[in-house]
Nanobody, 115 residues
Framework: QVQLVESGGGLVQPGGSLRLSCAAS????????MGWYRQAPGKQRELVADITNGGSTSYADSVKGRFTISRDNAKNTVYLQMNSLKPEDTAVYYCNAKAVRVGYWGQGTQVTVSS
């Protein structure tokens, strides 16, 4: 089993920044990629960004150039740096870890972008 604990959400004004963190523990050697998803009220959960063990990254078009995903392997932690935040970025953000034939989810952290 893999446990994921997220932190770093909150309320920020448009144009502001936040950094989300996701610390993994447990059978982490099974993980080959980690990522961030988000779900806004009334919408489906969508991929925001992910990063493989090799460091390859991918981003949703809506966040390219504004968000950066990174990882600290020594700390088993993945980060999502979010800059130039917009009201439409408001959502619950979930950390995800992918292992062979199974995925793991964090509990979610609320990000609200509002003036």
């Amino acid at each position: 089993q893999v446990q994921l604990v997220e932190s770093g959400g909150g309320l920020v004004q448009p144009g502001g920044s936040l950094r989300l963190s996701c610390a993994a523990s447990g059978t982490i050697w099974r993980i080959y990629a980690m990522g961030w998803y988000r779900q806004a009220p009334g919408k489906q959960r969508e991929l925001v960004a992910d990063i493989t063990n090799g460091g390859s990254t991918s981003y949703a078009d809506s966040v390219k150039g504004r968000f950066t995903i990174s990882r600290d392997n020594a700390k088993n932690t993945v980060y999502l740096q979010m800059n130039s935040l917009k009201p439409e970025d408001t959502a619950v953000y979930y950390c995800n870890a992918k292992a062979v034939r199974v995925g793991y989810w964090g509990q979610g952290t609320q990000v609200t972008v509002s003036s």
